[in-house]
């Protein structure tokens, strides 16, 4: 086996040289935006350093402020620096997350133009560092997503957003985590609403505890959604004791086609009530003026209402074990 080359003193200084060039690359790199001359610390992630000002970190979060406050001895010594600038390396928070908070701090970033991803990782780091004052504008904002009336629900914005399954399970599991239990029952309500298996891939990330609510709650609301469409038929054909029934075949042949024309074949499984509007499969009929008798229609609607009352309040219920009540109380 003839003897392997030697590397030139050449080749050497050009592969130190790269080694050098990548070392630099991959450390963290300040951020413009959040590079004051006159910061007086550094936070370190693993992708950027924010040149902050300590001051206003220890005033609006009493956990870093308690953290710089304690004496921890030979600390010039042992404390990195950036051009005598203490470094504070910030193990276990994302880079995005650190400058959502800094954003928030700073003002350049209002919380209600941020999507479901972004207020997640806001909600986590601020509760994690104790920031109420950012905590409680991510939580107002949430809470109007995700709110605890049936009214106020119904004008939500969440119902122009675009979900994604991954970005509403994240946000369970911030809520959960960091006690934003308010918004859980029309969180968890969307979530159950998805199709089972797109959620399935994330029950995992769920404590066991939360995973077993949801699968409980969201079996509940197949039921109710089942009830429905049941009652959607009674209501112009099968009375029961309390109600009268209909003498018209055309008026049950109207609301079966009615049903029909509205979820044919391949639609999902279940439609819980409160994805359906006011009227329900009546919707753009007029009463008075198709098959279906007026006393049938009336019966329907306000089958609807009050299926539509019962399910929201039983939500918390169903998902959480507590009411709506109890859930205001925290």
């Known amino acids: 086996m003839p003897p392997k080359r030697r590397r030139t003193s050449?080749?050497?200084?050009?592969?130190?040289?790269e080694h050098e060039e990548n070392l630099a690359?991959?450390?963290?790199?300040?951020?413009?935006?959040?590079?004051?001359?006159?910061?007086?610390i550094v936070l370190a992630t693993d992708i950027h350093l924010y040149r902050v000002h300590k001051g206003m970190l220890a005033k609006y979060s009493k956990?870093?402020?308690?953290?710089?406050?304690f004496p921890t001895g030979d600390e010039d010594a042992n404390t990195e620096r950036w051009e005598d600038v203490p470094i504070v390396r910030m193990v276990g928070d994302s880079d995005e997350g650190v400058r959502l908070l800094l954003k928030a701090l700073y003002g350049m970033n209002h919380v209600r133009g941020q999507t479901l991803s972004e207020v997640s990782l806001l909600l986590s780091i601020s509760s994690k560092y104790d920031f109420q004052d950012v905590r409680t504008d991510v939580i107002q904002y949430l809470e109007s997503l995700f709110p605890n009336t049936q009214e106020k629900y119904k004008a939500s914005k969440i119902?122009?957003?675009?979900?994604?399954?991954?970005?509403?399970f994240d946000l369970l599991v911030v809520a959960?985590?960091?006690?934003?239990?308010?918004?859980?029952?029309v969180l968890y309500y969307l979530c159950a609403r998805l199709p089972l298996g797109k959620t399935c891939r994330f029950l995992q990330n769920l404590p066991v505890n939360c995973m077993e609510n949801f699968l409980f709650g969201r079996?509940?609301?197949c039921g109710v959604s089942q009830t429905l469409f049941k009652r959607s038929l009674q209501a112009s054909r099968t009375g029961g004791k309390n109600q009268t029934i209909c003498r018209s075949p055309a008026c049950l042949e109207k609301f079966r086609s009615i049903l029909a024309a509205?979820?044919?074949?391949?639609?999902?499984r279940f439609v819980f009530p409160l994805d359906l509007s006011e009227r329900g499969i009546l919707e753009g009929v007029v009463l008075g003026k198709c098959e279906i008798c007026d006393k049938c229609g009336e019966r329907y609607l306000t089958m609807l209402q009050e299926m539509k009352g019962s399910t929201w309040d039983k939500l918390p219920e169903m998902f959480l074990l507590k009411t709506w009540a109890e859930l205001g109380r925290k």
Not at 159 to 168: E, G, I, R, T
């Open 219 to 221: 079996d509940w609301l």
């Open 262 to 268: 509205k979820f044919p074949d391949g639609s999902p």
């Open 176 to 185: 959960h985590r960091f006690q934003a239990l308010s918004i859980l029952p």
């Open 63 to 69: 956990v870093l402020g308690d953290m710089f406050n």
């Open 10 to 17: 050449e080749n050497s200084q050009v592969q130190d040289a």
């Open 25 to 40: 690359t991959t450390k963290p790199q300040p951020y413009e935006d959040f590079w004051f001359e006159d910061g007086s």
């Open 159 to 168: 119902h122009s957003v675009v979900l994604n399954p991954d970005q509403l």
